[in-house]
C-alpha cells in the first residue's frame, strides 16, 4: 500500500500485520515522515488485548487451579480465547472448554480500560489471511467492525530453479555464490537464507565455517545455555534468589561479563514479588520458552518467506522439496478441523492454500532470488517440490568452477571422501595437482620392544580376533591398537543396542530349564540403570514382539527333524603360535538331529 492510502485510516482504527510486517511497516512511515493515527499490532498482540494477556503469572495460576503443568496450561490458555461463554456448542469437546473457562473466569476476564478503548474501533487486517478467521471470530465476540485490505495478487514470472545431487552440493554451491558476493562488495546483512530443514541447518552451519562466512546461528533458549541453567540449579538449592544470585556471583568470581549478570537480574526482578516455589515454576518456564536471538550487524540472516525484503537484498530459498516449502499442515492441532469450522477458524486444508499463496507472492516479489533443492541426502532419496512443476520453474544443474576455490580446507575435505569412494573426474585431477594431503599415509612410531611382555599380555586380557576386530584393524591398526591391546574404550550404548542384547540373551537361553524369559525380561534393567517413561513404554511394547517370537520358533521347530538346538556357540581356531592371535566368534544359532 502507498502511503496515501495509510492516511485514509485514523485513530478509530486498529490495523493488524504480520509480526516479520510490523517493524518493516514503522520503518516505512519513518522514512516517509508519516506520523500513523492508529495502532498497529501484530495477531497475538490483538487477542491478549482482547482477551487477556498470557503472562507468566496467569499461566502459573491457571496451572495451580488445575492441576496442569505451566507448558500445557499454556496450551489451553492459547486456545481458550476463542471460545464463547454465551454459545451453544455441538462438540462435546469445545463445551468441556466452555465450563473450563466458566470455571476460570476470574483469571480470565478482559481489562475494563481495554473494552473502553475497543469501543467504536475498525480492525484493518492488512495481508494477514493467515490468522483473519481468527481475527474475525474474536471480533464478532467483542462487536467491532472488521475490514481486509490486501495488495492485488501476483503472478509468477518465468523462474529458474538449481538441482544437485546431493545437500552438500547444494549447500557449497550457495556458499561460493555468497562468497562471491561477498567479493563484490555485498554486505553479508544483504543476504538472506531461507530453509525449514533441520539438517540443512546442520550443513549450513559446518559448511559456512569453512568458507568463513557470518551465518546467524540458530537462536538458543535460555534452559540451553549453561550460565542460566547452572543459576537455575543453583536456585533450588537455596531459599532466596538474593541467596542464590550471591552464591552465583562468588562462584563464578569474574568469570562473566557483568552485562550478563545484569541480563540475568532484569529477568528475575519480574517475579521477584512472588513465593520461592512459585518463583522457581515460572523461572524454569521462562528459561524452557524463551530464546536469546544471537543476531549481530553485518551478518547472513535467516527468513521466513512470509517475511518481505527489500529490492537491494539476496535471498536463497535452500531444500525446495517436495513436504518440505512450503509448510504443510495437518489436522492435527489443539481444535480439529471439524471443531475449526464450529468455531469459525482456519482448518489445516485453508491454512495450505495461504502458505502456498505466501509463498508464491514471495517469490513474485523478491528481485534478487536463488532457489534449489537436492535429490539426496546421506542415502535417503530427496523429490523436488510439487509446485515446481505446478508453476512451470525451469530447472537448471549448474555446475561450480574447478578452478576458482574459496575454501582451501573444504577443497582437502572433498579430495579425502574422493578418494575413499574412489572417484575420479576433472575436479580430483585439479585437486590433485593442489593440494598433497596425508591420506592413509599416518604412520605411529609405535614398536614392540620386548617380545615376551607382549605374549604375556595377550594371553593374560585372552586378547583375540573376530569379525568386527578384523574390521577395525584393516580400517585402521592404530585404532585396533588402542581399542583391543591399550583397552582404551569409550563405546555409550543406545537403548537400541541394549534391546538387541535383551532379546539376544532371551532367545539364547529360553529353553533352557528354569529359565523364565518373562521374567528375566522385566528384571533385566533392574541393576543397571533407571529407565525413561519413553523406555519403559517401548519395553513393554516390545515383550508381546518377543512372545510372538519365541511362540513362532517353537512351532517352525515342530515341523523339522532337528532334535535340539545350540546357541551362541563359541569359536576359537588357535595357530599354536603366541605370536598370532587366535581368531574368536559365536555362532548364534545351530540346530543337529
Same mark, same amino acid.
Given at each position: 500500500?502507498?502511503?496515501?492510502?495509510?492516511?485514509?485510516?485514523?485513530?478509530?482504527?486498529?490495523?493488524?500485520?504480520?509480526?516479520?510486517?510490523?517493524?518493516?511497516?514503522?520503518?516505512?512511515?519513518?522514512?516517509?515522515?508519516?506520523?500513523?493515527?492508529?495502532?498497529?499490532?501484530?495477531?497475538? #498482540?490483538?487477542?491478549? +488485548?482482547?482477551?487477556? &494477556?498470557?503472562? =507468566? /503469572?496467569?499461566?502459573?495460576?491457571?496451572?495451580?487451579?488445575? @492441576? !496442569?503443568?505451566?507448558?500445557?496450561?499454556?496450551?489451553?490458555?492459547?486456545?481458550?480465547?476463542?471460545?464463547?461463554?454465551?454459545?451453544?456448542?455441538?462438540?462435546?469437546?469445545?463445551?468441556?472448554?466452555?465450563?473450563?473457562?466458566?470455571?476460570?473466569?476470574?483469571?480470565?476476564?478482559?481489562?475494563?480500560?481495554?473494552?473502553?478503548?475497543?469501543?467504536?474501533?475498525?480492525?484493518?487486517?492488512?495481508?494477514?489471511?493467515?490468522?483473519?478467521?481468527?481475527?474475525?471470530?474474536?471480533?464478532?465476540?467483542?462487536?467491532?467492525?472488521?475490514?481486509?485490505?490486501?495488495?492485488?495478487?501476483?503472478?509468477?514470472? #518465468?523462474?529458474?530453479? +538449481?538441482?544437485?545431487? &546431493?545437500?552438500? =552440493? /547444494?549447500?557449497?554451491?550457495?556458499?561460493?555464490?555468497?562468497? @562471491? !558476493?561477498?567479493?563484490?562488495?555485498?554486505?553479508?546483512?544483504?543476504?538472506?537464507?531461507?530453509?525449514?530443514?533441520?539438517?540443512?541447518?546442520?550443513?549450513?552451519?559446518?559448511?559456512?565455517?569453512?568458507?568463513?562466512?557470518?551465518?546467524?546461528?540458530?537462536?538458543?533458549?535460555?534452559?540451553?545455555?549453561?550460565?542460566?541453567?547452572?543459576?537455575?540449579?543453583?536456585?533450588?538449592?537455596?531459599?532466596?534468589?538474593?541467596?542464590?544470585?550471591?552464591?552465583?556471583?562468588?562462584?563464578?568470581?569474574?568469570?562473566?561479563?557483568?552485562?550478563?549478570?545484569?541480563?540475568?537480574?532484569?529477568?528475575?526482578?519480574?517475579?521477584?514479588?512472588?513465593?520461592?516455589?512459585?518463583?522457581?515454576?515460572?523461572?524454569?518456564?521462562?528459561?524452557?520458552?524463551?530464546?536469546?536471538? !544471537?543476531?549481530?550487524?553485518?551478518?547472513?540472516?535467516?527468513?521466513?518467506?512470509?517475511?518481505?525484503?527489500?529490492?537491494?537484498?539476496?535471498?536463497?530459498?535452500?531444500?525446495?522439496?517436495?513436504?518440505?516449502?512450503?509448510?504443510?499442515?495437518?489436522?492435527?492441532?489443539?481444535?480439529?478441523?471439524?471443531?475449526?469450522?464450529?468455531?469459525?477458524?482456519?482448518?489445516?486444508?485453508?491454512?495450505?492454500?495461504?502458505?502456498?499463496?505466501?509463498?508464491?507472492?514471495?517469490?513474485?516479489?523478491?528481485?534478487?532470488?536463488?532457489?534449489?533443492?537436492?535429490?539426496?541426502?546421506?542415502?535417503?532419496?530427496?523429490?523436488?517440490?510439487?509446485?515446481?512443476?505446478?508453476?512451470?520453474?525451469?530447472?537448471?544443474?549448474?555446475?561450480?568452477?574447478?578452478?576458482?576455490?574459496?575454501?582451501?580446507?573444504?577443497?582437502?575435505?572433498?579430495?579425502?571422501?574422493?578418494?575413499?569412494?574412489?572417484?575420479?573426474?576433472?575436479?580430483?585431477?585439479?585437486?590433485?595437482?593442489?593440494?598433497?594431503?596425508?591420506?592413509?599415509?599416518?604412520?605411529?612410531?609405535?614398536?614392540?620392544?620386548?617380545?615376551?611382555?607382549?605374549?604375556?599380555?595377550?594371553?593374560?586380557?585372552?586378547?583375540?580376533?573376530?569379525?568386527?576386530?578384523?574390521?577395525?584393524?584393516?580400517?585402521?591398526?592404530?585404532?585396533?591398537?588402542?581399542?583391543?591391546?591399550?583397552?582404551?574404550?569409550?563405546?555409550?550404548?543406545?537403548?537400541?543396542?541394549?534391546?538387541?542384547?535383551?532379546?539376544?540373551?532371551?532367545?539364547?537361553?529360553?529353553?533352557?530349564?528354569?529359565?523364565?524369559?518373562?521374567?528375566?525380561?522385566?528384571?533385566?534393567?533392574?541393576?543397571?540403570?533407571?529407565?525413561?517413561?519413553?523406555?519403559?513404554?517401548?519395553?513393554?511394547?516390545?515383550?508381546?514382539?518377543?512372545?510372538?517370537?519365541?511362540?513362532?520358533?517353537?512351532?517352525?521347530?515342530?515341523?523339522?527333524?532337528?532334535?535340539?538346538?545350540?546357541?551362541?556357540?563359541?569359536?576359537?581356531?588357535?595357530?599354536?603360535?603366541?605370536?598370532?592371535?587366535?581368531?574368536?566368534?559365536?555362532?548364534?544359532?545351530?540346530?543337529?538331529?
Amino acid at each position: 500500500m502507498r502511503i496515501q492510502d495509510w492516511q485514509k485510516f485514523n485513530e478509530q482504527h486498529l490495523v493488524i500485520v504480520d509480526k516479520e510486517q510490523k517493524e518493516e511497516l514503522v520503518l516505512s512511515f519513518f522514512k516517509h515522515a508519516f506520523l500513523p493515527q492508529f495502532k498497529i499490532f501484530t495477531f497475538e #498482540e490483538l487477542k491478549q +488485548f482482547l482477551t487477556y &494477556s498470557l503472562s =507468566e /503469572e496467569l499461566i502459573l495460576q491457571f496451572a495451580q487451579k488445575n @492441576q !496442569l503443568s505451566m507448558e500445557n496450561a499454556w496450551i489451553y490458555l492459547n486456545h481458550l480465547s476463542y471460545i464463547q461463554e454465551n454459545k451453544e456448542y455441538v462438540s462435546f469437546r469445545l463445551q468441556e472448554l466452555q465450563n473450563l473457562k466458566k470455571k476460570n473466569a476470574d483469571l480470565l476476564a478482559t481489562g475494563k480500560s481495554h473494552l473502553q478503548f475497543l469501543k467504536g474501533k475498525t480492525v484493518v487486517v492488512y495481508q494477514n489471511q493467515k490468522y483473519f478467521k481468527e481475527i474475525e471470530t474474536l471480533c464478532q465476540v467483542y462487536q467491532l467492525k472488521c475490514l481486509k485490505v490486501e495488495d492485488p495478487k501476483v503472478s509468477l514470472k #518465468e523462474k529458474e530453479v +538449481f538441482c544437485f545431487d &546431493s545437500i552438500e =552440493e /547444494e549447500v557449497e554451491y550457495v556458499a561460493v555464490s555468497i562468497a @562471491q !558476493l561477498i567479493e563484490k562488495g555485498i554486505n553479508p546483512s544483504k543476504i538472506k537464507l531461507c530453509y525449514a530443514q533441520d539438517n540443512l541447518a546442520y550443513q549450513i552451519e559446518k559448511i559456512f565455517k569453512f568458507f568463513r562466512l557470518p551465518v546467524v546461528s540458530k537462536p538458543s533458549k535460555y534452559i540451553e545455555i549453561p550460565f542460566y541453567k547452572q543459576f537455575l540449579e543453583i536456585l533450588k538449592l537455596h531459599s532466596s534468589v538474593k541467596e542464590a544470585m550471591d552464591c552465583y556471583q562468588k562462584q563464578l568470581e569474574n568469570t562473566i561479563d557483568e552485562d550478563k549478570i545484569q541480563q540475568l537480574m532484569t529477568i528475575c526482578n519480574q517475579w521477584i514479588h512472588l513465593k520461592h516455589e512459585d518463583f522457581i515454576l515460572v523461572l524454569e518456564y521462562y528459561f524452557k520458552t524463551h530464546t536469546i536471538n !544471537l543476531f549481530q550487524a553485518g551478518m547472513i540472516e535467516k527468513i521466513s518467506y512470509h517475511q518481505k525484503v527489500s529490492n537491494d537484498c539476496y535471498v536463497f530459498v535452500l531444500g525446495l522439496n517436495q513436504g518440505i516449502i512450503p509448510q504443510s499442515f495437518k489436522d492435527e492441532d489443539f481444535f480439529s478441523d471439524v471443531e475449526k469450522k464450529e468455531l469459525h477458524l482456519t482448518t489445516s486444508e485453508e491454512k495450505n492454500q495461504i502458505e502456498l499463496e505466501d509463498l508464491k507472492r514471495f517469490f513474485a516479489e523478491t528481485k534478487n532470488l536463488f532457489m534449489s533443492y537436492h535429490l539426496k541426502e546421506n542415502n535417503k532419496v530427496c523429490y523436488p517440490a510439487i509446485l515446481i512443476d505446478l508453476w512451470h520453474f525451469i530447472v537448471k544443474r549448474p555446475t561450480l568452477s574447478i578452478y576458482d576455490s574459496y575454501s582451501a580446507s573444504y577443497d582437502q575435505i572433498k579430495l579425502a571422501d574422493a578418494y575413499d569412494k574412489n572417484t575420479q573426474n576433472a575436479m580430483i585431477k585439479v585437486l590433485e595437482e593442489n593440494y598433497l594431503i596425508d591420506y592413509c599415509q599416518y604412520q605411529n612410531q609405535f614398536r614392540i620392544q620386548n617380545h615376551q611382555t607382549f605374549i604375556d599380555a595377550i594371553q593374560k586380557e585372552k586378547i583375540t580376533l573376530s569379525y568386527s576386530t578384523m574390521n577395525t584393524f584393516f580400517q585402521c591398526p592404530y585404532q585396533y591398537y588402542l581399542s583391543q591391546i591399550c583397552l582404551f574404550k569409550d563405546n555409550q550404548s543406545t537403548f537400541n543396542q541394549e534391546i538387541g542384547t535383551l532379546f539376544h540373551f532371551i532367545l539364547a537361553n529360553e529353553k533352557e530349564t528354569g529359565f523364565d524369559w518373562e521374567k528375566n525380561y522385566d528384571h533385566y534393567f533392574d541393576n543397571q540403570r533407571i529407565l525413561s517413561s519413553k523406555e519403559k513404554f517401548y519395553l513393554t511394547k516390545l515383550k508381546k514382539e518377543l512372545q510372538f517370537l519365541i511362540s513362532f520358533n517353537h512351532e517352525m521347530e515342530n515341523h523339522t527333524h532337528f532334535k535340539k538346538t545350540l546357541c551362541e556357540q563359541k569359536l576359537l581356531v588357535s595357530y599354536g603360535n603366541p605370536m598370532i592371535l587366535p581368531i574368536k566368534g559365536f555362532i548364534d544359532k545351530m540346530m543337529i538331529y
